[in-house]
């Protein structure tokens, strides 16, 4: 049922992948981390404004109602991981995901303070000292430092992130501020300081069921063992015939430098997180022996059985299924981008008075009452102004335009009416009507918008 966690000290490793994975954690952290410093027109560029509701993100201004902008994107995240999956395996758990980024990072720490695998094992397995004592402490203080600012990163996409870091210093957090910090930034430290691996192992969904994403011509990181086997130590000079031996000197670093400690010369295992290092680390050895690299390497089943080329294998990568994945992403990525081009930069919500369907006023008017939400989601103030159509001699009562902030929203109470002779000839009962709202526009070279809102106008019998 359960097994005690064995402690992996990954072995460091440079070479052409890891040099992409340092290129990625760089580019993923300068977003992360400095995406909620910017500001665009006096105001966080990114800022997801829960209590007024509103998320800012450049120069778009998105309400709830544009929920269906957020399910896009995650549609498009999941075509893009299903599609790079099937032609790549796992490139995002190996060079992207959260949890590889920042282990990379608390690892890179780790061995800065502590040192290497050889020298954190014999430190692992020292009594206490002044010397493993301050190396401990130091790690973890570093670890917790990286986890709050983290933290205080995170909740600074909800919170605009120069009065947050003011209430820090201050003492004044909130509480719900305070709890989001500590709890993302101790889920960091927990997650790549300790839990590491087994979080890919035991937790991520992904790792479960992205092998059915894979196919024989998928990408994935291999051993060859037609050239590796036999295996065994040897010199340079050895004649391998002769020896009967394989390139694969034995040496154990590809295990060495796993994070998840699995030996990929048993074949491909549900535990590889695709990090290349060990690739890295082989075709070093390789060098060093003066054989060919990638004895370990990105390939197909199907390219490693007919031993195939590059190109036959790049030829493969258009396959139905990626064809399928890729016209999918193509169209989902289109039609948000037209909607978001087309989106209208306001939004009407008409909510009939529920109290008062319908009633005769003066001189036999009837009368019906609305409450309209207007929201600006634009940068700058706007006026709006009302009107109805669908029955003969309707009209609002609203004797002015409605003005209303940048990003701001306001409920607009209003009645409809229509004249006697008008109720009398549609008759009693339920009739659609038309608000429509025009934002006037402010100067001559801004195009007036029109949003046309149906409901409907109760006349009593
Ligand atoms: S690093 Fe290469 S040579 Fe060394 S054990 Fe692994 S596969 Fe064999
Ligand atoms: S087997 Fe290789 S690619 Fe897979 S996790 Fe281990 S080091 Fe990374």
Same mark, same amino acid.
Request: charged share 20%; glycine share 8%.
């Given at each position: 049922?359960?097994?005690?966690?064995?402690?992996?000290?990954?072995?460091?490793?440079?070479?052409?992948?890891? #040099?992409?994975?340092?290129?990625?954690?760089?580019?993923?952290?300068?977003?992360?981390?400095?995406?909620?410093?910017?500001?665009?027109?006096?105001?966080?560029?990114?800022? @997801?404004?829960?209590?007024? #509701?509103?998320?800012?993100?450049?120069?778009?201004?998105?309400?709830?109602?544009?929920?269906?902008?957020?399910?896009?994107?995650?549609?498009?995240?999941?075509?893009?991981?299903?599609?790079?999956?099937?032609?790549?395996?796992?490139?995002?758990?190996?060079?992207?995901?959260?949890?590889?980024?920042?282990?990379?990072?608390?690892?890179?720490?780790?061995?800065?303070?502590?040192?290497?695998?050889?020298?954190?094992?014999?430190?692992?397995?020292?009594?206490?000292?002044?010397?493993?004592?301050?190396?401990?402490?130091?790690?973890?203080?570093?670890?917790?430092?990286?986890?709050?600012?983290?933290?205080?990163? @995170?909740?600074?996409?909800?919170?605009?992130?120069?009065?947050?870091?003011?209430?820090?210093?201050?003492?004044?957090?909130?509480?719900?501020?305070?709890?989001?910090?500590?709890?993302?930034?101790?889920?960091?430290?927990?997650?790549?300081?300790?839990?590491?691996?087994?979080?890919?192992?035991?937790?991520?969904?992904?790792? #479960?069921?992205?092998? +059915?994403?894979?196919?024989?011509?998928?990408?994935?990181?291999?051993?060859?063992?037609?050239? %590796?086997?036999?295996?065994?130590?040897?010199?340079?000079?050895?004649?391998?015939?002769?020896?009967?031996?394989?390139? *694969?000197?034995?040496?154990?670093? *590809?295990?060495?430098?796993?994070?998840?400690?699995?030996?990929?010369?048993?074949?491909?295992?549900?535990? *590889?997180?695709?990090?290349?290092?060990?690739?890295?680390?082989?075709?070093?050895?390789?060098?060093?022996?003066?054989?060919?690299?990638?004895?370990?390497?990105?390939?197909?089943?199907?390219?490693?059985?007919?031993?195939?080329?590059?190109?036959?294998?790049?030829? #493969?990568?258009?396959?139905?299924? +990626?064809? %399928?994945?890729?016209?999918?992403?193509?169209?989902? *990525?289109?039609?948000?981008? +037209?909607?978001?081009?087309?989106?209208?930069?306001?939004?009407?919500?008409?909510?009939?008075?529920?109290?008062?369907?319908?009633?005769? +006023?003066?001189?036999?008017?009837?009368?019906?009452?609305?409450?309209?939400?207007?929201?600006?989601?634009?940068?700058?103030?706007?006026?709006?102004?009302?009107?109805?159509?669908?029955?003969?001699?309707?009209?609002?009562?609203?004797?002015?335009?409605?003005?209303?902030?940048?990003?701001?929203?306001?409920?607009?109470?209003?009645?409809?009416?229509?004249?006697?002779?008008?109720?009398?000839?549609?008759?009693?009962?339920?009739?659609?009507?038309?608000?429509?709202?025009?934002?006037?526009?402010?100067?001559?070279?801004?195009?007036?918008?029109?949003?046309?809102?149906?409901?409907?106008?109760?006349?009593?019998?």
């Amino acid at each position: 049922m359960y097994q005690a966690q064995k402690k992996i000290y990954a072995r460091a490793v440079s070479g052409w992948f890891a #040099r992409w994975r340092w290129a990625l954690v760089w580019a993923t952290q300068i977003i992360f981390y400095g995406l909620p410093w910017l500001q665009w027109a006096g105001r966080p560029a990114v800022l @997801f404004d829960l209590p007024s #509701r509103r998320f800012y993100v450049f120069n778009l201004v998105l309400y709830p109602q544009d929920f269906i902008y957020l399910t896009g994107l995650l549609i498009i995240s999941a075509y893009a991981l299903f599609l790079f999956t099937t032609v790549a395996g796992r490139l995002w758990c190996g060079y992207a995901c959260p949890q590889t980024v920042y282990t990379e990072i608390f690892m890179w720490v780790e061995r800065h303070i502590e040192g290497d695998r050889p020298r954190r094992q014999k430190l692992d397995a020292a009594p206490w000292s002044l010397n493993k004592l301050w190396r401990k402490t130091a790690k973890q203080a570093a670890w917790i430092a990286i986890g709050l600012w983290t933290g205080f990163t @995170f909740v600074g996409y909800f919170t605009p992130i120069r009065s947050l870091g003011g209430a820090v210093l201050a003492f004044g957090l909130g509480p719900w501020e305070l709890f989001w910090i500590l709890f993302y930034g101790l889920a960091t430290y927990g997650n790549a300081g300790w839990l590491r691996e087994q979080v890919c192992k035991y937790m991520c969904p992904y790792a #479960r069921f992205q092998s +059915v994403m894979f196919d024989r011509d998928t990408l994935i990181i291999s051993y060859d063992a037609e050239r %590796g086997d036999p295996r065994g130590t040897r010199g340079r000079k050895t004649d391998l015939k002769a020896a009967n031996l394989g390139h *694969c000197i034995d040496c154990g670093l *590809c295990v060495e430098v796993c994070p998840t400690g699995i030996d990929i010369r048993n074949g491909l295992q549900y535990e *590889c997180i695709g990090c290349a290092a060990c690739i890295d680390v082989c075709n070093g050895v390789m060098d060093k022996m003066q054989y060919p690299r990638g004895l370990i390497r990105y390939d197909t089943l199907e390219g490693m059985d007919k031993h195939l080329g590059r190109a036959q294998e790049i030829k #493969r990568i258009f396959r139905p299924r +990626v064809i %399928g994945y890729g016209l999918v992403l193509l169209l989902i *990525c289109g039609a948000l981008l +037209v909607s978001l081009l087309m989106r209208s930069p306001f939004r009407v919500d008409v909510v009939r008075d529920r109290g008062v369907l319908s009633r005769v +006023v003066d001189d036999g008017w009837v009368e019906n009452v609305y409450r309209l939400q207007l929201m600006n989601a634009s940068e700058s103030e706007q006026r709006y102004r009302i009107t109805a159509r669908g029955l003969p001699g309707l009209a609002t009562d609203l004797k002015t335009d409605i003005e209303i902030g940048s990003a701001q929203a306001r409920w607009v109470p209003l009645a409809l009416r229509v004249p006697p002779e008008a109720a009398a000839s549609v008759g009693p009962g339920s009739h659609g009507v038309e608000f429509v709202v025009e934002r006037i526009a402010a100067s001559a070279d801004e195009a007036s918008r029109t949003q046309v809102e149906k409901s409907t106008f109760m006349v009593p019998r």
